[in-house]
């Protein structure tokens, strides 16, 4: 499915100069405020959003963390997607896993392979905290588990999981256009175990060994008791999408629930926390 904005004006904004912490700073706060893609020429990192949806005041605190000058034009309709292709590059973790684009060649010498549609750099792999969750998850055990992917967005997430051997994953999130885009992910991706829901928090009684949710603190933070309770005795709860100083929060919240947690990873101020029940 070809994705095209349609009949919509929209703001790009243009950060330089901006370094590659701030890059991968900007993509996840933006990605959470409605930024609909990047695009980094390296000297100039672009972000762009539909104008109707472009809020100032929310913006500029966000951007007042990164630190990074910033200016503004608006810019006509045109096929994201060949926009995409002109600047998404393989995600390598290496003899691990490729996360590419069905453009790009396979990549040998990996034991897995996913396939992503490029419409957002957040979910593509290419972010710190898919990242760190990709990292974490190679560490652990999937095989024969049950998975709950708790704001699956792109869906690759819950693509590696099967890949590693999850023997069923529910993958939910609220967001139409993600849910789109990762039913497409998981048709390119031949996923049979991964079952795609649009809901905007965790159902009750099911439960899990498993949970993966890469979203944000507030969200986190909201769904916390239903987070622990869909965890099987003995399940692993994978935290991410937190920056360096959520960890804090994160663990005081979650401290009478499930303890402290069992790994703690940071990449460019973005961190993972793991605990288990």
């Known amino acids: 499915m070809a994705f095209f904005i349609m009949d919509r004006k929209f703001l790009a904004v243009h950060f330089s100069p901006v370094s590659e912490a701030q890059k991968d700073l900007l993509t996840g706060l933006l990605s959470q405020a409605g930024f609909e893609g990047f695009e980094d020429n390296e000297e100039v990192f672009s972000a762009f959003i539909d104008a109707a949806k472009f809020d100032p005041s929310e913006f500029e605190s966000l951007v007042s963390v990164v630190g990074a000058t910033h200016s503004f034009s608006y810019i006509k309709e045109e096929n994201w997607n060949a926009k995409w292709e002109s600047s998404f590059e393989p995600v390598i973790l290496p003899g691990k896993v490729t996360v590419r684009a069905s453009f790009h060649e396979p990549v040998t010498g990996v034991e897995h392979e996913i396939i992503i549609t490029p419409k957002m750099s957040f979910g593509t792999g290419h972010h710190a905290t898919t990242w760190l969750m990709m990292e974490e998850m190679l560490t652990r055990d999937f095989k024969g588990k049950s998975v709950f992917d708790f704001g699956t967005g792109t869906g690759i997430l819950a693509i590696l999981a099967e890949k590693l051997g999850a023997k069923s994953v529910e993958a939910v999130d609220n967001d139409p256009w993600s849910l789109d885009n990762a039913a497409e992910n998981l048709e390119n991706n031949q996923s049979k175990k991964v079952h795609l829901y649009g809901l905007e928090t965790i159902p009750p ?70 605990f288990t029940l």
Do not use: Q
């Not at 009684?205 to 969200?219: R, S, Y």
């Not at 239903?226 to 994160?250: H, N, Y």
């Not at 401290?255 to 069992?262: E, N, S, T, Y």
């Open 205 to 274: 009684g099911e439960k899990f060994d498993i949970l993966i949710a890469n979203i944000n603190k507030i969200v986190i933070l909201e769904n916390r008791l239903k987070l622990v309770e869909a965890l099987k005795p003995g399940g692993l709860l994978l935290l991410s999408g937190l920056m360096t100083e959520d960890r804090d929060d994160i663990e005081k919240a979650f401290f009478p629930l499930v303890g402290k947690p069992l790994i703690f990873r940071e990449k460019n101020n973005w961190i993972i926390l793991t």
